[in-house]
């Protein structure tokens, strides 16, 4: 059956439904990384399911990645990826010690985002970039992942109908709406006609709102539907009440709060205590 434009709030179900997709969540969490945000094993068992019948080989694009485990989980399951952030980035040696990664970087940026990264997480002002002369080079190379820093509502390196697939975590919502709204419209061009970008932002159920711990907007769901041009979309926002309410309870979750949220008061969980403020979502966005 074809594809439809969806708008998911997550439920908690779905760590029940999953559970092999759950389990490769948490054993990359140890592997290779301190711990992920709190919702993040819903946002990542949600799109790992989202493009498992990609063939392998597939050119997945995910937007905002950062030194995130989508791509890893990604590479990993045999894609190509095409990491995008406009952050600069480091690959750990955990990373690189599964996965061939080369970076792309061709110019530098600075906005009110990159400053509370770096402040907030000591983020590394620069990068070692590959000698590579173009990003097409890159993505023909035998690198399992390219690094690319470039403005998501600018990837005019990438011409259109590129990639297979887009992926996103967690990080659209940290631009302004109008800004959200050029970032989908930039990714839709560079995917490939029949595919799909699975997107993961937060959600509100009530008017747009800014969360300022994490510098995200929360969206309701006609914004969604305008923001991303969503056709008639399948939706289970009927149901947010009771599924923010089943989100508040924290069971499959809580257990998995990382360390970091217990060692300071401006985050999502300020000293780790419980107290969603908003419900994680998936968006699924189709191309003709």
């Known amino acids: 059956m074809k594809a439809r434009d969806c708008i998911d ?8 439904l999953r559970p092999d997709l759950k389990q490769e969540v948490l054993s990359a969490v140890d592997r290779f990384t301190p711990g992920i945000g709190w919702h993040y ?7 790992l399911q989202e493009v498992e ?6 050119l997945i694009l995910d937007a905002g990645a950062g030194n995130g485990l989508m791509q890893l989980l990604l590479a990993m399951r045999g894609y190509k990826v095409l990491s995008v952030d406009f952050a600069p980035r480091r690959p750990s040696e955990a990373f690189r010690s599964v996965a061939d990664i080369r970076i792309f970087e061709d110019r530098t940026f600075s906005n009110e985002y990159i400053t509370h990264l770096k402040q907030t997480y000591n983020m590394a002002e620069t990068c070692d970039a590959t000698n590579e002369a173009s990003l097409r080079e890159c993505l023909n190379s ?8 470039a403005d998501l509502s600018d990837l005019s390196a990438l011409e259109d109908n590129a990639v297979d697939s887009v992926v996103s975590v967690s990080a659209l919502e940290h631009n ?4 959200m709204a050029a970032c989908a419209r930039e990714l839709e061009r560079v995917l490939k006609p029949g595919g799909a970008m699975h997107v993961t932002i937060s959600g509100s159920d009530r008017e747009d709102w800014f969360h300022e711990p994490s510098r995200g907007w929360c969206y ?3 914004s969604i539907i305008d923001l991303f041009r969503l ?5 289970n926002f009927g149901r947010a009440s009771d599924l923010f309410e089943e989100l508040r309870q924290g069971d499959g979750l809580r257990e998995h709060l990382a360390p970091f949220y217990f060692q300071s008061g401006n985050n999502g969980m300020p000293w780790g205590r419980w107290d ?3 419900f994680p979502l998936g968006v699924r966005k189709c191309k003709a």
């Open 9 to 16: 709030i997550f439920p908690l179900e779905l760590l029940q």
């Open 41 to 47: 094993l819903l946002d990542l068992t949600w799109l």
């Open 53 to 58: 019948a990609l063939p392998k080989g597939s």
């Open 142 to 149: 035998d690198a399992d992942i390219v690094y690319w820093r």
């Open 176 to 179: 302004s709406p109008e800004g």
């Open 220 to 222: 309701c769901e006609q």
């Open 231 to 235: 056709k008639s979309p399948e939706s």
């Open 276 to 278: 969603p403020q908003y």
